[in-house]
């Protein structure tokens, strides 16, 4: 019922930045309870980076406030990821995942992208 398509993936010199896209295709009018970004660096554990609720509430991790910027378009059915002063250890997959409902009386479920690579060098 939801499908989500991430780019904007690249390798970039530390200090660099880069704006990463989640396109949400929503099928049969679902409805988005929430939106997240996740990352997942070499031989570590998948991360939560970012959230934005249906309410608008923002939230970062502790390691990228004040470099990466959550934002959607709700026209374009589309999540982004502005991250700037790109830090080495910021090198990660990066994930796009929603929750999405059938209607506003139905649980939410979670989605994932398939990721997009993103890798800074000194």
């Known amino acids: 019922q939801v499908d989500l398509v991430e780019s904007g993936g690249a390798s970039v010199q530390a200090g660099g930045s880069l704006k990463l896209s989640c396109a949400v295709n929503?099928?049969?009018?679902?409805?988005?309870?929430?939106m997240n970004w996740y990352r997942q660096p070499p031989g570590k554990r998948r991360e939560l980076v970012s959230s934005i609720k249906s309410d608008g509430t923002i939230t970062y991790a502790d390691s990228v406030k004040g470099r990466f910027t959550i934002s959607q378009d709700n026209a374009k059915n589309t999540l982004y990821l502005q991250m700037d002063s790109l830090k080495i250890e910021d090198t990660a997959v990066y994930y796009c995942h929603t929750f999405n409902a059938p209607n506003v009386h139905s649980e939410c479920f979670g989605y994932w992208g398939q990721g997009t690579q993103v890798t800074v060098s000194s």
């Open positions: 929503l099928r049969n009018d679902w409805i988005t309870c929430g």
